[in-house]
Antibody
C-alpha cells in the first residue's frame, strides 16, 4: 500500500522560508508525479506544483513561480517543497499527493503539514 | 488558468437522499475531471477520476458523469459517513485547478 508521510508542523516568521518533506513508501516512486496542494484555514484546495522524480523537471503554478521549489530524491524516495518569502497568507496545511496512473488526479495523499507564518 | 465552479456551495440533505453536485469548467476539459471527498482535519480522498471512473474501494453509491464543461457527482443514497466537503479538480491543462468545494450537511 502506498504511503506518503510528511514532516511536522512548522512555525515561521514573515520573510523566511519553509521546507516540507514527503517520504513515499509501498510503491514505485520514480514513475509517478508528486504534487503539492495547500489549504488555508477554512478554505479550499490550491495546487502549487508537481515533479516526476525520474524526469526531475518541476511544473509550478504561475501563482507560485519564483517562490516555490520542488525537488525529488529517487534514492531516498523523498520529495521536498520549499516556499520562500513567506507571508501570513501562506499559513495553511500543505499536502503532498501522488499523481494517478492515468492522469494528474491525486490518488494518494500525505497527512498534511501545518505551516503557520506569524511574527 | 481554467476556472472550476461548483454548485451548490452548501447542500443540506438527509440519510437516504439522492444528491447531485455540479461542477462547471470555464473551458472544455474533455473528461479530465476528478472528484474528492474531504472530512475535517483529514486529507482529501479520491472518489472519481476521468469524470466517471470509480476509484478502487469507493462505494458504488458514488457516480460521476459529464464531459466538456459540465460534470456531476451523484450519491445515490446518502449514508451518515458521506457528510463531508466535496471538490472537483480538472487536469486537462498543465495547471491543475479545484472547484471551491461543496459542503454536504445533515438536514
Amino acid at each position: 500500500q502506498v504511503q506518503l508521510v510528511q514532516s511536522g508542523t512548522e512555525v515561521k516568521k514573515p520573510g523566511s522560508s519553509v521546507k516540507v518533506s514527503c517520504k513515499a513508501s509501498g510503491g514505485t516512486f520514480s514513475n509517478y508525479s508528486i504534487n503539492w496542494v495547500r489549504q488555508a484555514p477554512g478554505q479550499g484546495l490550491e495546487w502549487m506544483g508537481e515533479i516526476i522524480p525520474m524526469f526531475g523537471t518541476p511544473n509550478y503554478a504561475q501563482k507560485f513561480q519564483g517562490r516555490v521549489t520542488i525537488i525529488a530524491d529517487e534514492f531516498t524516495s523523498i520529495a521536498y517543497m520549499e516556499l520562500s518569502s513567506l507571508r501570513s497568507e501562506d499559513t495553511a496545511v500543505y499536502y503532498c499527493a501522488r499523481g494517478g496512473r492515468n492522469g494528474a488526479y491525486f490518488d494518494y495523499w500525505g497527512q498534511g503539514t501545518l505551516v503557520t507564518v506569524s511574527s | 488558468d481554467i476556472q472550476m465552479t461548483q454548485s451548490p456551495s452548501t447542500l443540506s440533505a438527509s440519510v437516504g437522499d439522492r444528491v447531485t453536485i455540479t461542477c462547471r469548467a470555464s473551458q472544455t476539459i474533455s473528461s479530465w475531471l476528478a472528484w474528492y471527498q474531504q472530512k475535517p482535519g483529514k486529507a482529501p480522498n479520491l472518489l472519481i477520476y476521468k469524470a466517471s471512473n470509480l476509484e478502487s474501494g469507493v462505494p458504488s453509491r458514488f457516480s460521476g458523469s459529464g464531459s466538456g464543461t459540465e460534470f456531476t457527482l451523484t450519491i445515490s443514497s446518502l449514508q451518515p459517513d458521506d457528510f463531508a466537503t466535496y471538490y472537483c479538480q480538472q487536469y486537462n491543462s498543465y495547471t491543475y485547478t479545484f472547484g471551491q468545494g461543496t459542503k454536504l450537511e445533515i438536514k
